[in-house]
């Protein structure tokens, strides 16, 4: 029996999916030199047959998260990126309007797969994915991948910084003089997100991440937690629910200022437990996080940090910060959680009426 893109999406909408990767396997060996493809892989939730749903008005299932392919090109992943990117973005570009979600893809090599340092993102997608072009067979070499264990404690800091980012981005609509239907959409789907993250963060800390989220929850629930994380049991039901069943948020704009309030409090809350743990200093405020005077990256090398810090930020401001990430996690904590957008200001160095795109501008790149 052929592996589903979802759990119980139409036979239509199942049709559809494949059709579409039919087409873009053929197009991909169309770009891509025959002696240099190695394969072709679906990540994401509907390469592990967790895709979302969305039920349309007239009754009919539709696709709702993006499509990500992995394309592994024989060779350097780097100038394989500079030749193939390009022409794979215009691809996925040219597919998703037909498609009705986003296309995307990531060049990369099998051989630097199987040398690179266990994450979450390679986890997701070594034990959870469907072959397009290729079988399992390509993913040997790559067991250390299949340990969740392995996933380095700075992953669920990166997956609670990315929520966490998208709680600010849903407070900037909250705080509109507007407030519409894709306002309410895009605040509830970030919410939903949060939610499945925090449980996830849980997990994740304790070595108990798993690929499924169906799997994951069933971990959560009956796992032993402090009094104040209880409520992220009730709510990571709800992610599980709403990434296998999305559905277009109608609430007003008070109730859902009203639920992020709640998840911002206990996403504040995990978050300096998580870092205290992870820098092995005792955050007792958000005030302590912005002016640790430490390194807030001490996973990145030395090197990477100063060169990245210099591009982005420049003689004036750069070398205070050492790792763009880091300038970023300090803004993330003065804006959502210190509401002090004059010290985000300064962190990023840019001006305060400024300070909302230029997080999110460097947040898209090291997110």
Not at 20 to 41: Q, T, W, Y
Not at 51 to 67: C, F, Q, R
Not at 175 to 198: I, M, P
Not at 279 to 290: I, N, V, W
């Amino acid at each position: 029996m052929k592996a589903r893109f979802t759990l119980d999406g139409s036979a239509e909408l199942e049709r559809r999916l494949e059709d579409l990767c039919d087409v873009i396997a053929d197009a991909v060996r169309s770009l891509i030199p025959r002696n240099r493809l190695e394969g072709l892989v679906l990540a994401g939730g509907y390469g592990r047959g967790e895709g979302g749903v969305l039920k349309l008005e007239d009754g009919a299932d539709a696709p709702y998260n993006d499509l990500e392919f992995f394309v592994f090109v024989r060779g350097n992943p780097t100038l394989n990126s500079r030749r193939f990117s390009q022409v794979l973005h215009e691809l996925g570009e040219r597919l998703s309007p037909e498609a009705g979600v986003d296309v995307e893809f990531k060049v990369e090599s099998l051989a630097s797969l199987r040398t690179a340092r266990p994450s979450m993102f390679f986890y997701d997608l070594v034990m959870g994915h469907r072959w397009i072009i290729g079988d399992d067979s390509m993913f040997a070499g790559c067991e250390h991948h299949r340990d969740a264990a392995a996933i380095p404690l700075h992953e669920a800091t990166r997956l609670l910084f990315n929520r966490s980012s998208g709680l600010l981005f849903a407070q900037e609509r909250l705080s509109g003089d507007t407030f519409g239907e894709e306002d309410a959409d895009f605040v509830g789907r970030n919410l939903a997100k949060a939610k499945l993250a925090l449980g996830d963060v849980l997990l994740a800390a304790g070595g108990n991440y798993h690929w499924s989220c169906r799997e994951r929850h069933t971990a959560l629930v009956s796992m032993d937690v402090p009094p104040w994380a209880e409520r992220l049991k009730a709510w990571h039901a709800e992610g599980v629910e709403f990434k296998l069943h999305p559905q277009r948020s109608r609430a007003g704009a008070a109730q859902l200022r009203e639920e992020w309030r709640a998840v911002t409090e206990v996403a504040g809350r995990l978050f300096l437990e998580v870092e205290s743990r992870r820098l092995r200093t005792d955050f007792a405020t958000h005030g302590d996080y912005l002016h640790h005077r430490g390194n807030l990256a001490p996973e990145v090398p030395r090197w990477k940090r100063a060169l990245l810090d210099l591009r982005h930020f420049g003689l004036v401001g750069g070398w205070r910060h050492r790792y763009p990430r880091e300038a970023l996690l300090r803004a993330l904590t003065a804006l959502l959680w210190l509401r002090d957008a004059k010290a985000a200001a300064g962190v990023l160095g840019c001006a305060v009426k400024d300070v909302q795109a230029t997080y999110a501008r460097l947040w898209s790149r090291f997110n």
